[in-house]
């Protein structure tokens, strides 16, 4: 009996016709409840935490990551990067890489980008570095700025100023 081997398991499911067959699944650690849901028109294999439509959850793949205070954001593979004090905020691969207080920011690769914006995502949305080495867009009030890659490149802005919609190519 499979309800058995797994506690807390909804027989209704499941369907084992030579195969297992789960559509969702949710995983209890503690107090923390995620639900995994496979979406079977469309395929699309959803995370969401406590099963509530509306709640976000983090995902993170690969390994060595720091996170710490961030909501709807992702890793998704690479080693030692770290999100902080960031929504909605991205890395896609590479290695070293940090978004710090950015809000709808993406790294998308390469090694020790830096999008890292004070105060945390108030005015510092919509930033974008797309790989290369030690690039940075930091400092206060930084809208909609984009690095394409390259090294060394930074846009940057102190307390009082706004840089807004900078690019580097």
């Keep these: 009996n499979i309800t058995n081997i797994i506690p807390n398991i909804s027989a209704s499911a ?21 639900n ?43 080693k030692d990067h770290t999100l902080s004090q960031s929504v909605d905020a991205t890395i896609v691969g590479g290695q070293n890489n940090k978004i710090e207080g950015a809000g709808d920011s993406q790294i998308g690769g390469g090694s020790s980008n830096i999008i890292k914006l004070i105060p945390a995502i108030e005015n510092n949305m919509f930033n974008y570095i797309g790989g290369g080495q030690n690039n940075e867009i930091t400092g206060s009030t930084v809208d909609r700025s984009f690095i394409g890659g390259g090294a060394g490149n930074s846009i940057y802005n102190t307390v009082g100023g706004v840089n807004d919609a900078c690019v580097i190519v």
């Design 14 to 34: 499941i369907n084992i016709s030579g195969a297992l067959n789960v559509t969702e699944v949710n995983i209890l650690t503690g107090s923390k409840e995620i």
């Design 36 to 78: 995994l849901r496979v979406d079977s028109n469309a395929g699309d294999l959803q995370f969401k935490r406590g099963g509530a439509e509306s709640a976000s959850i983090n995902i993170l793949v690969g390994e060595g990551h720091t996170i710490n205070n961030i909501t709807s954001s992702a890793i998704l593979s690479g």
